[in-house]
């Protein structure tokens, strides 16, 4: 079934399925009562992903690396190293936006 489907889809997929993990985590946390509700939980993980992947995302461009270059000495920017930084932001966007959108499911269909 996997080999049927596109990139786009096997990158949704995976994404998917790695957010499903951190809900069945939630689902654990909550049933502890360490948190009140389950979407409160999926809300500051989204968030804490969006924040993550835009700072994977900006300090990967260009100006930031040839400033790290240049400042710390550090190893030279490349177009690679951008290109592998961005595919990691993606797919830490990708699951936020994810749990964002079953935080709001769960918030409105199951007031949990």
Do not use: H, P
């Not at 993990?21 to 939980?41: E, H, K, M, R, Y």
């Not at 951008?82 to 936006?97: D, F, M, P, T, Y």
């Amino acid at each position: 079934m996997l080999k049927k489907l596109s990139t786009n889809g096997k990158f949704l997929l995976r994404c998917f399925i790695r957010a499903q993990i951190i809900v069945l985590i939630d689902l654990f946390i909550v049933l502890f009562s360490l948190f009140n509700t389950l979407s409160t939980l999926m809300w500051i993980e989204g968030s804490f992903l969006f924040i993550v992947a835009g700072l994977i995302g900006t300090y990967s461009s260009a100006s930031v690396g040839k400033f790290k270059e240049l400042v710390f000495r550090s190893e030279s920017w490349t177009f690679e190293k951008w290109e592998k930084s961005l595919k990691q932001a993606n797919v830490i966007l990708c699951i936020g936006v994810i749990l964002f959108v079953e935080a709001i499911v769960f918030s409105l269909a199951f007031n949990i």
